[in-house]
């Protein structure tokens, strides 16, 4: 268990004990650490854990821990993926109901619906902790993003903001309203989870009752998130990643936790093969990708099958490569540069791991399949163009392609035709031009019939439409080497 979980456990045994808790990070850290601690503190309170995973809402369990059992003096619940720190926005939402109102109206009293808009800025100011002196000095300690607006705002003003202006202006009519609203004494009765969970943290909860929180993900910035982080009861525990070059973060402290959790070590290289058996990424193509969370819970229960079957030793390389199956994260694009380069065995070997990983074969293969149709095309194409222009092939060095090759392989064509290879980036261009530049013109002149047939034999025309696949990345591999350009200045034909 980790220094900072056990830090906390500490605190509790020494009798401080807050209202509400938050762990972090991926499930096989984040879960055992928030046992661990509600464990402790119903130990000190002498109470059983209640748990409870994915709920529906949080409203439930708030209001259970706000009412005092006849049997128990003390409850602890744990609850496991709420979904609620996953996203920040619920703040921008609600000024953004409450701005539906504005201009404020003339009358001596707030009409029922500036009321409610009134109840929905208190619970803004409930997620953020905020009590000022006045109404400006309230919404002063909300950050500036929540007036921008919220989901549904920006979608009817296709994704964009409101401007510094705009935001202001709100700002302005929002402390016309609240200040009007604490005049007349309005309470807010909370509507959200968020909310309702902020205002907790604002009155805290019955003597001897304490919520344990455990999410997987958890927003920059989130409000409640920051109040926890500063009463030093948010624990953040890190999560597996994957960055461009196929490393993963926060592989070892995964092992770690595994090998407390079944006293079997597992050798760095055996750890190493069965992350990249099982984990999968998700999200953008950022310098660090998330984990899917399924595949990282497939890590973590292929540990404890294989601490089962090593026995008294160490897990290694072998017994990993014997009974794990891969169905790990295989890059397309590396797919790519591998047929790009004519490596056949390692094109063929990845395109097996690709469909081998996939949990829709059917889909995995028509994705693959539209994707080198796109390949094939980019390759003629680049043919056609470099007998227009007079592009040399066969240069292999990015930047001399990008500040040469590729602007003749994107300008305009002869007759306003479109250039098909326009906007694409030079990087992309090049890994395709050097794929056609292995390639002899009838070779690349087969390619349409090739893509045909292979579409032809994937929807019904083949007992085996893996095999339409390789073929067609067989051919595509199987090209002859162009001359190489050697000179110092690049040749026109």
Not at 35 to 40: G, I, Q, S, V, Y
Not at 226 to 249: C, N, P, S, Y
Request: hydrophobic fraction near 40%; aromatic fraction near 4%; glycine fraction near 10%.
């Amino acid at each position: 268990m980790s220094r900072e979980v056990e830090a906390l456990v500490k605190k509790v045994e020494q009798g401080h004990i807050e209202p509400v808790y938050l762990v972090s990070g991926e499930g096989v850290l984040a879960e055992p650490a928030a046992k661990r601690l509600a464990e402790a503190i119903a130990a000190a309170r002498g109470c059983a854990v209640q748990s409870t995973r994915r709920p529906e809402d949080l409203g439930g369990t708030l209001a259970d821990l706000r009412t005092f059992s006849l049997f128990d003096s003390a409850k602890v619940v744990l609850v496991s993926e709420s979904a609620l720190f996953a996203d920040r926005a619920a703040a921008a939402d609600l000024l953004d109901d409450a701005a539906e109102v504005l201009p404020v109206s003339d009358g001596e009293e707030l009409a029922p619906k500036e009321r409610r808009a009134v109840s929905r800025l208190l619970q803004v100011l409930d997620l953020f902790g905020a009590a000022g002196s006045d109404a400006e000095s309230s919404l002063d300690q909300l950050p500036d993003w929540a007036f921008l607006g919220g989901a549904a705002f920006r979608k009817k003003r296709k994704n964009r903001p409101r401007g510094k202006k705009q935001a202001a202006q709100l700002k302005e009519g929002l402390v016309e309203l609240l200040r009007r609203g604490l005049q007349e004494e309005i309470e807010t009765t909370a509507e959200s989870d968020a909310a309702d969970l902020g205002k907790a943290l604002g009155e805290g909860l019955p003597e001897g009752h304490t919520l344990v929180l455990v999410e997987s993900h958890v927003a920059k910035d989130h409000p409640i998130a920051q109040r926890l982080r500063e009463a030093g009861t948010f624990l953040q525990l890190g999560h597996l990643g994957i960055d461009r070059r196929g490393q993963i973060e926060g592989l070892d402290r995964i092992g770690e936790e595994l090998e407390r959790e079944t006293g079997v070590r597992m050798a760095p290289a055996a750890l190493r093969e069965l992350a990249r058996r099982t984990l999968r990424k998700v999200g953008g193509r950022g310098a660090v990708s998330a984990v899917d969370e399924d595949s990282a819970s497939r890590l973590a229960a292929e540990y404890r099958k294989l601490a089962s079957l090593a026995g008294d030793g160490a897990i290694t390389v072998d017994l990993v490569e014997q009974n794990t199956l891969d169905r790990g994260e295989e890059d397309v694009f590396e797919l790519l540069d591998a047929i790009g380069a004519g490596r056949v065995d390692a094109a063929l070997g990845k395109l097996q791991r690709r469909l081998q990983g996939a949990d829709d074969a059917i889909g995995e293969r028509l994705g693959l399949f539209a994707l080198l149709a796109e390949f094939c095309r980019q390759l003629v194409a680049i043919h056609g163009v470099q007998q227009l222009t007079g592009a040399p092939a066969g240069v292999r060095h990015y930047g001399r392609f990008k500040d040469t090759v590729a602007a003749q392989l994107q300008q305009p064509l002869p007759g306003d035709e479109p250039n098909p290879l326009a906007g694409l980036h030079p990087y992309r261009l090049h890994r395709v031009y050097l794929a056609a530049s292995r390639l002899k013109g009838t070779s690349l002149a087969e390619l349409p019939w090739r893509v045909l047939e292979t579409e032809t034999r994937l929807k019904g025309e083949s007992g085996d439409p893996d095999v339409a696949l390789a073929e067609l990345i067989s051919a595509l591999s199987a090209g002859e080497p162009a001359p190489q350009w050697t000179g110092s200045a690049l040749p026109r034909s």
